[in-house]
């Protein structure tokens, strides 16, 4: 670590700390906290910290484990909340990690990571509407004509995709 990095980074720890000894000394802080950050509300909340740090560090390659650990809380939330621990939704975390991707792709400018993400973002879905069909969770896509919904305009993206690749190919070999 040099120079703004250091600043930064004792900036938080000198925050952090003071958080904690406050937490330890007013009951009104700590009942605030206890209240506030039960689980999994703590995971998402953990989520957001990574991420303002990692933007507000210069880090943005952290965006997208940021996402991906507020994504696991917000499942863990669905989950306690409606008492249904559906299986399915584990396979949005590529869904989770696209995002992070993109928000790290245009933090840094790298528009590489932001293509990758939706990519991940477009097979995450792809996966949870199979998964969702072949377990017969229909309901998880919006009834009867959400299957519809979801899977025509993800076959036109990945139709235009396939063409737009293939006219690319052709005109490279001219």
Same mark, same amino acid.
């Given at each position: 670590?040099?120079?703004?990095?250091?600043?930064?980074?004792?900036?938080?720890?000198?925050?952090?700390?003071?958080?904690?000894?406050?937490?330890?000394?007013?009951?009104?802080?700590?009942?605030?906290?206890? !209240?506030?950050?039960?689980? &999994?509300?703590?995971?998402? @909340?953990?989520?957001?910290? =990574?991420? #303002?740090?990692? /933007?507000? %560090? +210069?880090?943005?390659?952290?965006?997208?484990?940021?996402?991906?650990?507020?994504?696991?809380?917000?499942?863990?939330?669905?989950?306690?909340? !409606?008492?249904?621990?559906? &299986?399915?939704?584990?396979? @949005?975390?590529?869904?989770? =990690?696209? #995002?992070?991707? /993109?928000? %790290? +792709?245009?933090?840094?400018?790298?528009?590489?990571?932001?293509?990758?993400?939706?990519?991940?973002?477009?097979?995450?879905?792809?996966?949870?509407?199979?998964?969702?069909?072949?377990?017969?969770?229909?309901?998880?896509?919006?009834?009867?004509?959400?299957?519809? /919904?979801?899977?025509?305009?993800?076959?036109?993206?990945?139709?235009?995709?396939?063409?737009?690749?293939?006219?690319?190919?052709?005109?490279?070999?001219?």
């Amino acid at each position: 670590m040099k120079g703004s990095s250091q600043i930064k980074f004792g900036i938080v720890l000198i925050l952090f700390v003071a958080f904690l000894v406050a937490e330890k000394q007013f009951p009104a802080i700590r009942e605030w906290v206890s !209240t506030n950050t039960a689980y &999994p509300l703590n995971i998402i @909340l953990v989520g957001i910290v =990574i991420f #303002v740090l990692s /933007i507000w %560090s +210069g880090v943005t390659g952290c965006a997208t484990i940021a996402t991906l650990v507020a994504g696991v809380g917000g499942i863990l939330y669905y989950q306690k909340v !409606t008492g249904n621990s559906e &299986p399915i939704l584990w396979t @949005l975390i590529p869904a989770f =990690i696209g #995002v992070g991707m /993109i928000q %790290s +792709g245009l933090f840094s400018g790298v528009t590489q990571k932001a293509k990758v993400g939706t990519q991940l973002i477009g097979f995450s879905i792809m996966v949870f509407v199979i998964c969702a069909v072949i377990f017969g969770r229909s309901q998880l896509l919006g009834g009867t004509y959400g299957l519809a /919904i979801i899977l025509i305009p993800l076959g036109v993206w990945y139709f235009v995709k396939g063409l737009r690749s293939k006219k690319n190919n052709q005109d490279t070999e001219i």
